[in-house]
């Protein structure tokens, strides 16, 4: 069976909260500059007592539900670096909470924020065997550092739904991949920490070398020359790393790093990325979505798709856009779930960087903060209780 298979859908969700770089800048004397052009952020999103990533992935995947039914979803593949349970599939809480088939597989899937990227090509493998199912790929994290460290102006959070199928309305994924794997200390989250640890310049190169790794392998794989390409989404751990990709691509492939083309190339993408801050995972599919929303030309166009994920994995793929996928988006949705969040002031973001959740079993309400369609209710006996608004 030949037919295209690809993204259909892609809808995201992110926060009840935002902190401005303009707040953290005023708080920590860091020129302002630094934090709009130096690493290209403007806004971070910060969730509310009551969300996590569960309830931004079923608020991310509630519109692909709505619009496409349930009943050829028979797998869930939940990709995400922000684990709530070390046994448990966030995926099966947002089963719940959507009335997913119980006739239906889900499973959450690990490698930094490269796990959405495997979890759209193991969906690519399953629809391959059978044609006539859809995947729901889910993306969702929540991306927390130590306060008063360089990583704080790089946090976020954000989830990202892709219905996975055979005639796509979207994008469809080509074949091959480009693949790069190396064993480096660059960011990662022992299980007993909630934030991150990093090093900073070390996570840089490590990106960078993982460009070329994977570009490389493309190339020998196959894969289109770079000037078959309309635009590109990296992933964005802040806006301006997409730009330091891109250029290092140019380099290394022998073309002019000339700042117009480099533009064209990534520009568009970062939209989303500039305001929401890292979503790991979701990060490389909200460059897509704001891609898509913005761009008017694309229709059979090739996008090139850089998937990095720290310790490290990468890889590089292409996709087409679909003719017509103009009528399909949700630009309106996707402005307005930004434009809604309530701006934090710097004290009130502490606060919630600083909460921590109870460990001892009891009963704990969460209050109720979020304007989002599922809430966080609380913790009683080690187990998290989910709720529709
Ligand atoms: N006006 C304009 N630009 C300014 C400026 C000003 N006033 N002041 C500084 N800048 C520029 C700097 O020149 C620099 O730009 P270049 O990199 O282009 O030279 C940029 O702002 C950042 O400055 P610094 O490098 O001095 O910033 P820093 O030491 O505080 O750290 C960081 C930056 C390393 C990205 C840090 O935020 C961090 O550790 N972030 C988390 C890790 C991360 O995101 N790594 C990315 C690769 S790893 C990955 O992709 C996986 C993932 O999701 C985590």
């Known amino acids: 069976n030949d037919s295209p298979i690809g993204i259909h859908d892609l809808s995201f969700a992110t926060t009840e909260f935002v902190l401005p770089h303009a707040a953290l800048a005023e708080y920590n004397g860091t020129e302002i500059g630094k934090y709009h052009i130096g690493i290209g952020q403007q806004s971070m999103s910060v969730p509310a007592a009551d969300e996590d990533i569960v309830t931004m992935a079923a608020a991310a995947a509630a519109p692909l539900v709505a619009r496409h039914g349930s009943d050829r979803i028979r797998t869930v593949l939940f990709a995400t670096e922000s684990s709530i349970d070390q046994a448990k599939s966030a995926g099966v809480y947002v089963h719940s909470l959507l009335g997913l088939p119980s006739a239906g597989r889900v499973v959450e899937l690990k490698q930094a924020c490269y796990g959405a990227t495997a979890a759209l090509q193991f969906a690519i493998g399953l629809v391959r065997r059978d044609p006539s199912q859809q995947v729901l790929v889910i993306a ?15 946090q976020g959070a954000a989830a990202v739904a892709m219905l996975v199928g055979t005639d796509p309305a979207l994008v469809r994924i080509e074949e091959p991949s480009g693949l790069f794997t190396a064993d480096v200390m660059d960011f990662w989250r022992p299980n007993y920490r909630d934030a991150a640890l990093v090093d900073g310049q070390e996570s840089i190169s490590a990106y960078l070398q993982a460009v070329e790794g994977s570009w490389k392998d493309y190339g020998e794989q196959g894969g289109r020359p770079l000037e078959d390409f309309a635009a590109f989404c990296y992933h964005q751990p802040f806006t301006k790393m997409a730009y330091k990709a891109h250029r290092h691509l140019l380099n290394y492939s022998g073309h002019d790093t000339d700042k117009d083309a480099v533009e064209r190339a990534v520009g568009a993408s970062t939209a989303y990325n500039a305001v929401i801050g890292n979503s790991y995972t979701a990060s490389v599919y909200l460059g897509l979505a704001a891609l898509l929303d913005r761009t008017r030309d694309l229709d059979g166009r090739p996008v090139g798709f850089l998937s990095y994920g720290s310790g490290s994995v990468a890889e590089f793929f292409s996709g087409t856009v679909v003719p017509g996928y103009r009528r399909h988006l949700r630009d309106a949705e996707h402005r307005r779930a930004i434009a809604r969040r309530t701006p934090l002031d710097y004290a009130g973001y502490r606060r919630l960087h600083e909460r921590s959740f109870p460990t001892d079993g009891g009963d704990h309400p969460t209050p109720a903060q979020t304007g989002g369609p599922f ?3 609380g913790l009683r006996d080690h187990k998290r209780l989910y709720e529709a608004r």
């Not at 969702?140 to 790089?154: H, R």
């Open 140 to 154: 969702s994290d929540v991306s927390k550092y130590e306060l008063d460290s360089p990583g704080e102006a790089t």
């Open 375 to 377: 809430r966080l209710a």
